[in-house]
């Protein structure tokens, strides 16, 4: 398994911050070949001038092939509410109405967000109502023990 480099504020693995759409699909190529992975493992957001300032990693599709940390942190293999705790105690994330319902989470200062779209924690799957699901159903909602997608800002907050 290869490891994932984040260089904070500068690049998530081939992927630089500032780059092109032209170098992004030459790198974006190079990994679905190699890793046989989604074309949108990956995805990206884009300034005015078209150089890259987010970058977002698709978890499920990328944990099988990559180890990826951030501040010593695995943030592929790590459930959600772990990754919170971790990472909060490094800085705050921001409080507002979706991380209270568990959904995202923005940390500022380390522009880092994560976000998954539903939540599912030990405690539900204790709860009767969770175990009366069908098993096919139960294993679906594990999957919201952890984050769907993360993401690293180049714009963080100083």
Request: glycine letters at 6%.
């Amino acid at each position: 398994m290869d490891e994932l480099i984040i260089n904070e504020g500068h690049s998530v693995g081939l992927f630089n911050f500032g780059m092109k759409i032209e170098e992004v699909e030459h790198y974006s190529k190079l990994n679905i070949e190699k890793y046989n992975i989604h074309e949108d493992s990956f995805f990206f957001e884009y300034d005015e001038e078209g150089k890259v300032i987010d970058i977002h990693l698709i978890i499920e599709d990328l944990k099988h092939h990559f180890q990826c940390k951030f501040k010593g942190i695995d943030i592929l293999n790590t459930k959600a509410i772990e990754l919170i705790e971790l990472f909060d105690t490094i800085t705050p994330y921001l409080r507002d109405p979706e991380s209270s319902l568990g959904y995202s989470y923005q940390f500022l200062k380390l522009g880092l967000s994560f976000w998954r779209g539903n939540v599912c924690n030990e405690k539900d799957l204790e709860s009767d109502w969770f175990k009366e699901l069908h098993p096919e159903i139960q294993e679906d909602n594990k999957r919201f023990l952890y984050f769907e997608t993360v993401t690293f800002h180049l714009y963080r907050l100083n």
